[in-house]
């Protein structure tokens, strides 16, 4: 079953400390994508990719770096963890085809920077 | 500034009731409008989506309904059950690059 799934689900770091969240993708979709959801603002795009080696900014990117080294695998990697990064994370990848481009997310990464 | 504002924030209906959300948008240029459902614990999903090349779509008991004049989209929900209890998003985006631009949602509770 196709399906995006996200590692780890939970993770507590410390600041200053360096986090990375892991994605991988079976529904062979060109582009992925790294959003944070936050109480009073939804859901808002970090960083995307449209293909393996590629990476975009997305409204929010800093303070964060993305991977894309391979069509299934997508990361976020925040260098030096502040506070402000927690969050919960969500992967997505998406086919982007012509008619619309719907996003499969995965279930979630719940950071906790202290 | 908010490019994609919803209201209400949150909302409580009756079983069997009707549930309306609303969404607008400023950016012109958007052409796709997706409506995504998210239970607690899960990531979002679609739920239903139109082009706004249309005015409305339908798919059982969810219906969208799109104005492009007004910059304005609504979903509305038919015999609202228990299990539609969800947080719904509407979004937007220009072309197929994938780059959904998400409201704030609104926090759905139907009651028995």
């Known amino acids: 079953e196709a399906a995006v799934t996200q590692s780890p689900r939970n993770k507590v770091a410390v600041t200053g400390g360096k986090v990375t969240l892991s994605c991988n993708q079976t529904?062979?979709?060109?582009?992925m994508y790294w959003y944070r959801q936050d109480t009073g603002h939804g859901l808002r795009l970090i960083h995307y990719?449209?293909?393996?080696?590629?990476?975009e900014k997305g409204d929010i990117p800093d303070g964060y770096k993305a991977s894309r080294p391979s069509q299934e695998n997508f990361s976020l990697i925040l260098e030096l963890a502040t506070p402000s990064q927690t969050s919960v994370y969500f992967c997505?990848?998406?086919?982007?085809?012509?008619?619309?481009?719907?996003?499969?997310f995965g279930e979630g990464s719940r950071l906790i920077v202290v | 500034q908010q490019q994609v504002r919803q209201s209400p924030q949150s909302l409580t209906v009756w079983e069997g009731g009707t549930t309306v959300l609303t969404c607008s948008y400023e950016?012109?240029?958007?052409?796709?409008f997706p409506w995504y459902q998210q239970f607690p614990g899960e990531g979002p999903a679609l739920l239903i989506s139109?082009?706004?090349?249309?005015d409305k779509k339908e798919d059982g008991r969810f219906t969208t309904f799109f104005n492009k004049r007004e910059k304005k989209l609504s979903l509305h929900i038919i015999d609202s059950q228990p299990g539609d209890s969800a947080t719904y998003f509407c979004?937007?985006?220009?072309?197929?690059?994938?780059?959904?631009?998400f409201g704030l949602g609104t926090t759905l509770q139907v009651q028995p």
């Open positions: 997505a990848s998406g086919d982007g085809d012509l008619s619309g481009n719907t996003l499969y």
């Open positions: 529904n062979n979709h060109n582009n």
């Open positions: 990719s449209y293909g393996a080696g590629s990476t």
């Open positions: 950016d012109s240029t958007f052409n796709y």
């Open positions: 139109i082009l706004s090349v249309s």
């Open positions: 979004a937007a985006s220009t072309g197929n690059t994938g780059k959904l631009i």
